[in-house]
């Protein structure tokens, strides 16, 4: 039930990106934000997804997994295992 609720809100926020963008309410050179967001709200959504999935073999593993999920995003910190990847350039 948590993942849909953070689901959930993720579709409200991509769609509140396109329809920025297609509205053109945005300034110029801002189009590369809203990539950017993209991006970075398809990679939350799909750890989420992993983490509530986790709880199929361990529910320890999920909360655990959740947490560092939710605490590296709140904490914008940049891992060297992860700053050279896909997710670190979001």
Do not use: K
């Not at 991509?14 to 189009?31: E, I, K, T, Y």
């Not at 993209?38 to 999935?53: D, K, P, S």
């Not at 605490?71 to 990847?85: C, D, F, N």
């Amino acid at each position: 039930m948590y993942w849909a609720n953070i689901f959930i809100a993720g579709i409200a926020l991509g769609w509140s990106l396109w329809h920025m963008r297609r509205a053109a309410l945005l300034r110029d050179g801002r189009a590369e934000v809203v990539t950017l967001l993209r991006r970075r709200l398809v990679v939350a959504q799909l750890l989420y997804f992993l983490g509530a999935t986790l709880c199929v073999f361990s529910t320890y593993w999920s909360i655990s997994f959740i947490f560092a999920v939710q605490l590296y995003y709140t904490t914008g910190v940049r891992l060297p295992v992860v700053s050279g990847t896909m997710i670190g350039r979001s």
